[in-house]
T-cell receptor, first 111, second 116 residues
Framework: QKEVEQDPGPLSVPEGAIVSLNCTYS??????FMWYRQYSRKGPELLMY????GNKEDGRFTAQVDKSSKYISLFIRDSQPSDSATYLC???????????FGTGTRLKVLA | NAGVTQTPKFRILKIGQSMTLQCTQD?????MYWYRQDPGMGLKLIYY???????DKGEVPNGYNVSRSTTEDFPLRLELAAPSQTSVYFC???????????????FGPGTRLTVL
């Protein structure tokens, strides 16, 4: 079983749709859960991070963590063409500075 | 602040050639990392450093070498380039926060390398 699994997509949605991006993981020691956004031919940039189970909201973005199911999600409300990018989930354990990344989901929001 | 800068942006190498990918950060971060990103494979850690003079292997170190003589610079050396090293290479850095705390990694713009 892979340590992190993420559907590569591509996922195409109309502008204004609610987007749900997901990752599953197998390492119960993961304590930090991140979502990075990567535009084409650019480096990844941090979008959101969470530490505990539950929801964290930032504008149109909501990160959700379910540690019991080992499942994390990123929801994008009122999606915009500018949200078109690859979204990577990332995980780390407490006391470490190394991340484990998902393979990324390519999202395209159609105007 | 420029953040994390990488040079060159693009490079084509012939099999067996060598080159150094440069990475510099101006955020006074202790931790620096080199990743490679292949299509559909996510980011794989090649080497990392926790401070000047200290480096360690990541998940895919074979065929690469690193050094860290200053806090700012973390070059990645490819010896005897092979087609399997065709990839996009990203350098990243993170600061030393409180122990056990989360440290955001900041990424450079990447170097696209093709080995023919």
């Amino acid at each position: 079983q892979k340590e992190v699994e993420q559907d590569p997509g591509p996922l195409s949605v109309p502008e204004g749709a609610i987007v749900s991006l997901n990752c599953t993981y197998s390492n119960s020691a993961f304590q930090y859960f991140m979502w990075y956004r990567q535009y084409s031919r650019k480096g990844p940039e941090l979008l959101m991070y969470t530490y505990s189970s539950g929801n964290k909201e930032d504008g149109r973005f909501t990160a959700q963590v379910d540690k019991s199911s080992k499942y994390i999600s990123l929801f994008i409300r009122d999606s915009q063409p500018s949200d078109s990018a690859t979204y990577l989930c990332a995980f780390s354990t407490s006391g470490t500075y190394k991340y484990i990344f998902g393979t990324g989901t390519r999202l395209k929001v159609l105007a | 602040n420029a953040g994390v800068t990488q040079t060159p942006k693009f490079r084509i190498l012939k099999i067996g050639q060598s080159m150094t990918l440069q990475c510099t950060q101006d955020m006074n971060h202790n931790y620096m990392y080199w990743y490679r990103q292949d299509p559909g494979m996510g980011l794989k850690l090649i080497y990392y450093s926790v401070g000047a003079g200290i480096t360690d292997k990541g998940e895919v170190p074979n065929g690469y070498n690193v050094s860290r003589s200053t806090t700012e610079d973390f070059p990645l050396r490819l010896e005897l380039a092979a087609p399997s090293q065709t990839s996009v290479y990203f350098c990243a850095s993170s600061g030393q926060g409180r122990k056990l705390a989360y440290n955001e990694q900041f990424f450079g713009p990447g170097t696209r390398l093709t080995v023919l």
